[in-house]
């Protein structure tokens, strides 16, 4: 009978270092696993905000009023954004700040969300009338 042993040290190079070594890969496998599955979560999400503000832009868009002819009634609504600076548009006379808010929300995607203020007064509410601004 003949009995083959193999060297200590060649068993353990062929094994993964030691329970504590396997035990460190491990975990920054599942590290990286981690950063990565956030990364690709926050991209999505991104992503996806970013395709509802292009669609709500969109929308109020498509919402504008066409703006009258000099020579119709109409009034003068002038606004100060808070990125694209002052903007001045005609307004129908019997149109409402609802259409003014769709007007200034169709000038980029963001804000999402907004208020007009009349200055050092109060907030215009979508339903009031242009007309009642003077013109």
Known sequence: ???ITA???NVQSLLIGSSQE???LKEEIDDALRKSEAADWEKANKSKDEEVLKKLQQDRLSRVLPEPELIEEHTVISVRHKTLGTKRRL????????????WV????ERPKFFCLHIPNQRTVQCWEKVESFGK
């Not at 129908?92 to 003014?100: E, G």
């Not at 929300?105 to 980029?108: A, R, V």
């Open 7 to 9: 060297p200590t040290s």
């Open 105 to 108: 929300g169709s000038l980029s």
């Open 22 to 24: 396997r035990k460190d």
């Open 1 to 3: 009978s003949c009995t």
């Open 91 to 102: 307004f129908p006379q019997n149109a409402t700040f609802a259409n003014v808010y769709d």
